[in-house]
């Protein structure tokens, strides 16, 4: 499974992105998340969605954050608004057949994309 994220790049505090990630076959890619990593930090589960397109948040997103998934698209998103400079971190798009209570463990996932930078000043 080929994992592209997209969308990234430097804004403002209060600012919004929206970061993409394509595939060539979302609707088998499994369960799909957005994680995240910060220079000298662990990586954190950011959003998630099922292969029912049921959605998951981290308690960081705080209600700014929206995980969708266009299946005629094959694209994943993550609408983010009002963000903060603590929201800088490379952000990575990942799938695979995982179960919801584990949708935050990066290493359940076999497939990643190469990540998009997100910068907030």
């Known amino acids: 499974v080929q994992l592209v994220e997209s969308g990234g790049g430097s804004v403002q505090a209060g600012g919004s992105l929206t970061l993409s990630c394509t595939t060539p076959?979302?609707?088998?890619?499994?369960?799909m998340t957005w994680f995240r990593q910060a220079p000298g930090k662990e990586r954190e589960g950011v959003a998630s969605m099922s292969v029912n397109g049921v959605p998951t948040y981290a308690d960081l997103t705080n209600g700014r954050f929206r995980i969708s998934k266009d299946i005629t698209k094959n694209i994943l998103s993550l609408v983010m608004h009002n963000l903060k400079p603590e929201d800088t971190a490379m952000y990575y798009c990942a799938a695979g057949p995982v179960m919801p209570y584990q949708w935050s463990q990066g290493d359940k996932y076999p497939y990643w994309g190469k990540g998009t930078q997100v910068t907030v000043s």
């Open positions: 076959y979302l609707s088998g890619a499994g369960r």
